[in-house]
Each structure stands twice: as structure tokens, then as C-alpha cells.
């Protein structure tokens, strides 16, 4: 049996008859380089299924090894379940946190990725239409209101008892059949050219 470079399990903690066990060198074996990571070594010999028994009981691996002191397979088989334990937690966050990375670096679809940008737009968008709404209503009221102030200060309009504003009698304002409707402050009053007068001229006598 060729000596391992690596050694996963400890034979220093464990029992001695664990250094007999066939089945713990050849998956270390298999498993241990010198260049292996850590977690590659964990990897690997967790998933052997020579070591697989171990994960439900003690009987099933180095049952030869330990034949003599059967409660040393109690001490290995803790130590295997509680190494790949560990192995399992590890790989879980590992890939939680993969998961997460990728997530952020680009997963999902493109509205996925730019829901926040679209949400923005959107938001920018029915501002800006209901600003120059408002405005249009703002605009058409203050003109009402200096039509109103106009033809009340220039005596071509009037208040009425219910507070309506109406034009005065001969102010001509166009109505809704024309090209565009004016306003009060530009309507004219038209009033009735004076005649021309002939001048006479008066014939003196001469002296």
C-alpha cells in the first residue's frame, strides 16, 4: 500500500486501529495531493462511497481493522461524520454566497437588473406631464383674470350681481363661429364716425 502525501484523517487522535483500516488509505490516497486544497480534500473523501457506511453507523469500513476492539469504529465513525459535517456547512455558505455574488454581478433578466432605473424613469416621466398640465390650467386662469382686470379698468366691462364679469353694451366680442375667440382686453368699441363738415368760406368785399 503506497504511503499517502497528504493524510486526512488524523492517526494521532484516533485509534490505533484506524492506521490498519484499508478502506481510510485508499480514499485518502485517491483524495490527498500535495497541491489540493483544503476544501477539494474534504470534498472528495466526504463523497468516496467506500467511506459512505459511516455516515448511518459504524459497521461497513473498517469492521477488519477493529475487529478486536469494536468500540474503536464509535471513536472513527464521530470523527468522519463530524469532518464531513463541517465539509457540508462549508460548502453550503460557499455556494450561498456564490449564489449572492453572481446575483449581484448580473443574474436575472434585464428588468431584474434595472427595475430601480425603470421605477425612476417612469416617476420623472408623469411629473413632467402633470407639471405642464398644471401649467396649462395656471396659464388659462391668469389670463381670465387679467382679461377681467383689464376690461374692468378700462370701463368695457362689468359685474354682475352674481359676480360675473360681462362685456359692456357696444363692445364687440367675437364669438365661437370665428377663427379664435379674443379676449376682452382686445375687443374694440365701435362707434359711429362723426360726418365731415364742410367748412364755408366767406366771400368779403373788397374796400
Known amino acids: 500500500m503506497a504511503t499517502p502525501v497528504t493524510t486526512v484523517f488524523p492517526t494521532q487522535s484516533l485509534p490505533a486501529c484506524a492506521t490498519a483500516c484499508g478502506p481510510l ?10 497541491t489540493a486544497a483544503a476544501n477539494v480534500l474534504q470534498s472528495c473523501f466526504c463523497g468516496d462511497a467506500r467511506l459512505a457506511p459511516f455516515s448511518t453507523g459504524t459497521a461497513g469500513v473498517c469492521d477488519g481493522a477493529c475487529a478486536a476492539t469494536p468500540t474503536d469504529l464509535a471513536s ?3 470523527w468522519y461524520t463530524g ?6 456547512t462549508s460548502t453550503t455558505a460557499t455556494s450561498t454566497s456564490t449564489a449572492v455574488a453572481s446575483k ?3 443574474g436575472g433578466t434585464w428588468v431584474d437588473n434595472h427595475y ?3 421605477i425612476f424613469l417612469v416617476i420623472i416621466v408623469v411629473a413632467i406631464v402633470g407639471i405642464w398640465i398644471g401649467a396649462c390650467f395656471w396659464r388659462r386662469s391668469y389670463l381670465r383674470k387679467r382679461d377681467r382686470r383689464y376690461a374692468l379698468d378700462h370701463n368695457l366691462a362689468h359685474t354682475t350681481e352674481s359676480g360675473r364679469v360681462v362685456p359692456n353694451d357696444g363692445v364687440h366680442v367675437p364669438g365661437a363661429t ?8 382686445e375687443a374694440t368699441v365701435f362707434d359711429e364716425k362723426p360726418k365731415k363738415t364742410k367748412k364755408k368760406w366767406t366771400v368779403q368785399e373788397r374796400t
Not at 488509505?25 to 500535495?34: E, I, K, P, Q
Not at 469532518?83 to 457540508?88: D, V
Not at 370665428?178 to 382686453?185: E, L
Open 76 to 78: 472513527i465513525q464521530a
Open 25 to 34: 488509505y485508499d480514499v485518502n490516497g485517491a483524495c490527498a495531493t500535495a
Open 104 to 106: 449581484h454581478k448580473g
Open 178 to 185: 370665428m377663427f379664435s375667440p379674443a379676449p376682452i382686453a
Open 83 to 88: 469532518y464531513c459535517k463541517a465539509t457540508a
Open 116 to 118: 430601480q432605473w425603470i
